[in-house]
């Protein structure tokens, strides 16, 4: 499979605890976005990090990058109730000839109240 | 600024029948890119366009197809539909074309189901 995988593939925390989640991907990229997802809906944009980054922030939002690994994480720090959703990192690079965005598998947050 | 617009949210269709998705970008963009996602594969890269022209495709029959038009709107069709064709399909689009580090940005996705 082209797709990346993420883990936890579920996590459950409460308000106010961080949570991370890891994204390992398998063809050489040009950069890495993560993405937010409610309940089957579109897909909001959270952050772009490129190849030559190894860290980027964004409010609660810290990523990293390790290209040596192909892997990355998301940190959502102070978590609320409202950032309970599916996350999911996409890679852009070439496979198979083409460029394409390849996503993970994603990660389903649940922040309890 | 207007985000993407994707239509119609939801349809319904016939196995065997043919259908079109409709994607207008964040003005500016002249990149779209269209996105297959399903509960067992997950979200998987249909095709781009960008300026027109198909840019980047990937491992879909060519039962899918697609357009751009001037204006930079975007069409996508599905011929002689399956059962498994039932999805949510998002389009994104970007100033730049894919490879050249450009953020993506999605709309809200058609429900397709095939009956």
């Known amino acids: 499979s082209q797709q990346g995988e993420e883990d936890p593939q579920a996590l459950s925390i409460q308000e106010g605890e961080n949570a991370t989640m890891n994204c390992s991907y398998k063809t050489s990229i040009n950069n890495l976005q993560w993405y937010r997802q409610n309940s089957g809906r579109g897909l909001v944009h959270l952050i772009l990090?490129?190849?030559?980054?190894r860290e980027k922030h964004s409010g609660r939002l810290r990523v990293t990058l390790d290209t040596s690994k192909k892997s990355s994480s998301l940190l959502i720090t102070a978590s609320r109730a409202a950032d309970t959703a599916s996350y999911f990192c996409a890679t852009d690079g070439i496979v198979d000839s083409s460029y394409k965005l390849i996503f993970g598998s994603g990660t389903r947050l649940l922040v309890r109240p | 600024k207007a985000g993407v617009t994707q239509t119609p949210r939801y349809l319904i269709k016939t196995r065997g029948q043919q259908v079109t998705l409709s994607c207008s970008p964040i003005?500016?963009?002249?990149?779209v890119s269209w996105y297959q996602q399903t509960p067992g594969q997950g979200l998987q890269f249909l095709f781009e366009?960008?300026?027109?022209?198909?840019?980047n495709k990937g491992n879909f029959p060519g039962r899918f197809s697609g357009r751009q038009f001037s204006n930079s709107r975007s069409e996508m069709n599905v011929s002689t539909l399956e059962l498994g064709d039932s999805a949510l399909y998002l389009c994104?689009?970007?100033?730049?074309?894919?490879?050249?580090?450009?953020?993506?940005?999605f709309g809200q996705g058609t429900r397709l189901t095939v009956v």
């Open positions: 994104a689009s970007s100033v730049y074309n894919l490879g050249a580090n450009t953020e993506a940005f």
């Open positions: 990090i490129r190849s030559n980054e």
């Open positions: 003005s500016g963009h002249r990149s």
């Open positions: 366009y960008f300026s027109e022209t198909q840019r």
